[in-house]
């Protein structure tokens, strides 16, 4: 498994480390039954998502399965919080942000517990 649970978040914000290679497998099987159940039980969703020294890269079919929760309805996501040293990966994000329905901002791996705590805010 290459997509690891932040246990200890606040009720309503879902936290993911990325290490090695994220496939598609790691999203179907980890994350989206998460965000599935998340969205089920809170009127909003938040996620933290980490991907630090040991995330190597996303395989193609990992970077559709990201592309597809933007499907989950609008109304229900809060904060998105990218916590990443990978400049690229930040760059993407910010260029494509305005497809994502919530809040979205990057942290650098040093402000992890920051970007924790700006999720879990919204």
Do not use: C
Not at 18 to 47: C, W
Not at 68 to 96: K, S
């Amino acid at each position: 498994m290459t997509i690891e649970k932040i246990d200890g978040l606040p009720a309503g914000t879902l936290g993911y480390r990325g290490l090695g290679v994220v496939t598609s497998e790691d999203y179907r099987t980890v994350l989206d039954p998460a965000i599935e159940e998340a969205v089920s039980t809170h009127d909003r969703v938040n996620l933290v998502y980490v991907l630090g020294d040991g995330f190597d890269r996303y395989s193609l079919g990992a970077m559709w399965q990201d592309t597809q929760l933007i499907g989950v309805p609008r109304n229900i996501w809060g904060r998105l919080a990218l916590v990443t040293d990978h400049t690229g990966l930040g760059e993407a994000v910010h260029l494509f942000a305005f497809l994502f329905p919530g809040e979205l901002r990057v942290f650098s791996t040093a402000r992890e517990a920051d970007a924790i705590e700006w999720a879990a805010g919204g």
